[in-house]
């Protein structure tokens, strides 16, 4: 499968006014990280074409990052997905009436299925590309909407959702802003989602060059570059907040339909992730970590040609 790459612009105000932070990122991928100069949006660019990472998602994805989908092992403990349910049920802003979910990006159905448990009575709908992930969710009663955002599938589903999950799928997008959008079309007026992604001005203990950049993430967001795609999109934000006791380097929202607003154009947000993206590289560029990050990607190679 060849790498097929495509340049884009700013998704926030448009702009091509970039700074260069990486070329390469997790697995020794290629991951084109930069910054808007203009607004402080983080984004790949250039970045793969939409065939190249349809056929990522379907046929390689699990590979990398969902092993046990194909092994037919054990699922993943459900702890892990219980801070969603937890979130909202503490925010208060969880419809009264819950008749219908979605969940963007479902994987091997373990956040709905403890959704399940603590939402008994309402149907539960997906969108999810992997080919093995999708046999598990259908295997569980949900109804499968496609196998990506970009289908139009929201003209039929207008105002239907009270509740949509969006958990670490909106920096996969190739377009926050239109993802949004269609977000937006399709929730009830007095529905919700839910929106939980890296959060790029917290890494914890994480390596940019070795974990935190990611071919797949598509865009990285922060406090001031995500209230923007809510304002393009016409989301209004209820809930924002960085980190708790379930994850620390996480980003969560809870939102709703609003109006159209202007973004917030400041280069000084370009220069607050600019900032930390330096000091964190700086130990990471050093001499011995190349090395390191070299080996593991000639093993990982290895490994790979040896299957």
Partial sequence: MNNNFEQVNCAVCGADNTEKICERGQFGLPTHVVICKDCGLSYLNPRW????????????????????????????????????????????????????????????????????????????????????????????????????????????????????????????????????????????????????????????????????????????????SLRNVFRKAGIKTLLMEEGDKYNQRELFVIVKKGKVEEVDVKSENYTIQKDIFDKKLKGEKTLINKLKRRIKYDILQAFKTKK
């Fill in 49 to 224: 074409d939409k065939g190249r990472y349809i056929h990522f998602y379907e046929k390689e994805y699990d590979k990398y990052y969902r092993p046990n989908v194909q092994k037919n092992t054990e699922r993943a403990g459900i702890n892990y997905y219980q801070p969603v349910y937890e979130r909202l049920d503490k925010s208060g802003l969880l419809p009264e009436n819950i008749q219908q979910v979605l969940d963007i990006g479902s994987g091997d159905g373990n956040n709905l299925e403890y959704l399940m448990e603590k939402i008994s009575d309402a149907d539960y709908y997906a969108i999810e590309p992997s080919e093995e992930c999708r046999k598990t969710l259908t295997s569980m009663g949900v109804k499968m909407l496609g196998t990506d955002i970009d289908i139009d599938f929201h003209e039929k589903f207008e105002g239907f959702f009270d509740v949509i999950i969006m958990r670490h799928v909106l920096e996969h997008f190739a377009n926050p802003v239109s993802a949004m959008q269609k977000v937006r079309a399709i929730l009830k007026d007095d529905g919700i989602a839910y929106i939980a992604v890296p959060n790029n001005l917290k890494f914890g203990n994480s390596k940019l060059l070795d974990n935190w950049f990611r071919v797949v993430h598509t865009y990285y967001f922060n406090v001031h």
